[in-house]
């Protein structure tokens, strides 16, 4: 292994080091023993934190695997915290990220949605992965949304975040405070029975490719929101579309209009830790539809048909 100096370990102008890494109150240096073993215990929780801060399995994955990266050209004896130093480059890698998502997100075409984590990935993710939990997390600024998702999503202290994002506790605690305040809205605040979510994803998949627009406004809420990703690559709404009314007719028109291809599959899954659909056709998952259920009707469905953030999930 080719050892990397502390200089060689600073992100771009952000400065990152690896003596800032280090706990308070932390005297034993780590010797780097067990190193591999310790990365992959850590990895599941380096992926959560990368997805919520990046809204993107994918782009979540890269970013662990530059973490691994620099993990391996530590020097021994120069780290005493290995969690805090990995929560530290896995954060800032993302916060260098965020600069040039934020200009593809100002071009993006359509409404932008988080790549959707499927079945078994919600497990090692951890929970909090609601769509609305993640489109409140992309409306704060990323030191609002970085302090916030390590101290009140993965329990650092605050001393930590301080470290991680180069300021001071007070003005950490400043940044989480106010995503709190921001992220409120996006915290499911009702828990469908496992019974309840059957029920009505069930429902909603036979009434939508059915055409059944008696079933549909018998399960949709009042006060639904429909949206959809296709990121400019396949037919889909451009903004949400709000009411009951306007989802029915949405329904019904792409029904009419894009009928899916008789060959398809779909099956009910867990997406973003909720209950959802994925429609496949010849082992290529073209849609997957999340679905938010509160007070047992469905209150919001996000749709997911931009090829891009789907292809991970071809069989």
Same mark, same amino acid.
């Given at each position: 292994?080719?050892p990397?100096?502390?200089?060689?370990l600073?992100?771009g102008?952000?400065?990152? !080091?690896?003596?800032l890494?280090?706990?308070a109150?932390?005297s034993?240096?780590?010797?780097?023993?067990?190193?591999d073993?310790l990365f992959?215990a850590?990895?599941?929780?380096?992926? #959560?934190?990368?997805?919520?801060?990046?809204?993107?399995?994918?782009?979540?994955?890269?970013?662990?695997?530059?973490a691994w990266?620099r993990?391996?050209?530590?020097?021994?004896?120069?780290?005493s915290?290995?969690?805090?130093?990995?929560?530290?480059i896995v954060?800032?890698l993302?916060?260098?990220?965020l600069?040039?998502a934020?200009?593809?997100?100002?071009?993006?075409?359509?409404?932008?949605?988080?790549?959707?984590?499927?079945?078994?990935?919600?497990?090692?993710?951890?929970?909090?992965?609601s769509?609305?939990?993640?489109?409140?997390l992309?409306?704060?600024t990323?030191?609002?949304?970085a302090?916030?998702?390590? !101290?009140d999503?993965?329990?650092?202290?605050?001393?930590?975040?301080?470290?991680?994002?180069?300021?001071n506790e007070?003005?950490c605690?400043q940044?989480?405070?106010?995503?709190?305040?921001h992220?409120?809205a996006?915290k499911?605040?009702?828990?469908?029975?496992?019974e309840?979510?059957?029920?009505l994803?069930s429902?909603f998949?036979?009434a939508?490719?059915?055409?059944?627009?008696?079933?549909?406004?018998?399960?949709?809420?009042?006060?639904?929101?429909? !949206?959809?990703?296709? #990121?400019g690559?396949?037919?889909?709404?451009?903004?949400?579309?709000?009411?009951?009314?306007?989802?029915?007719r949405?329904l019904m028109?792409v029904?009419k209009?894009?009928?899916?291809?008789?060959d398809?599959?779909?099956?009910l899954a867990?997406?973003?830790?909720?209950p959802?659909?994925?429609?496949?056709?010849g082992?290529?998952?073209?849609?997957?539809?999340?679905?938010?259920?509160?007070?047992?009707?469905?209150?919001?469905?996000?749709t997911?048909r931009n090829p891009?953030?789907?292809?991970?999930? !071809?069989?």
């Amino acid at each position: 292994m080719i050892p990397i100096s502390k200089r060689d370990l600073a992100f771009g102008d952000l400065g990152v !080091h690896a003596d800032l890494f280090d706990a308070a109150g932390m005297s034993e240096a780590f010797d780097m023993d067990g190193a591999d073993d310790l990365f992959e215990a850590r990895r599941g929780a380096m992926t #959560g934190l990368a997805y919520r801060m990046l809204g993107s399995r994918a782009d979540a994955e890269d970013v662990v695997q530059d973490a691994w990266i620099r993990w391996r050209g530590v020097e021994a004896g120069t780290v005493s915290n290995p969690a805090g130093f990995l929560n530290k480059i896995v954060t800032r890698l993302c916060l260098d990220r965020l600069k040039s998502a934020r200009a593809r997100r100002e071009v993006y075409v359509g409404e932008w949605l988080p790549e959707p984590v499927v079945d078994d990935d919600n497990d090692s993710l951890g929970e909090d992965l609601s769509v609305a939990f993640l489109l409140a997390l992309e409306r704060l600024t990323p030191l609002e949304r970085a302090a916030f998702l390590l !101290h009140d999503v993965f329990d650092a202290p605050f001393s930590e975040v301080a470290r991680v994002l180069g300021r001071n506790e007070a003005a950490c605690r400043q940044l989480a405070a106010r995503a709190r305040e921001h992220v409120k809205a996006g915290k499911p605040r009702y828990r469908p029975s496992a019974e309840e979510e059957q029920r009505l994803t069930s429902a909603f998949l036979a009434a939508a490719l059915g055409g059944d627009e008696a079933a549909l406004r018998g399960i949709l809420a009042q006060d639904v929101v429909m !949206h959809a990703d296709g #990121g400019g690559k396949v037919n889909a709404t451009m903004n949400p579309v709000y009411g009951l009314e306007k989802a029915v007719r949405l329904l019904m028109g792409v029904k009419k209009k894009w009928p899916a291809p008789e060959d398809t599959v779909a099956r009910l899954a867990r997406i973003n830790g909720a209950p959802g659909i994925v429609m496949s056709q010849g082992g290529v998952v073209f849609q997957t539809m999340g679905l938010e259920i509160v007070d047992g009707r469905i209150a919001a469905v996000y749709t997911m048909r931009n090829p891009d953030k789907l292809a991970r999930l !071809h069989a």
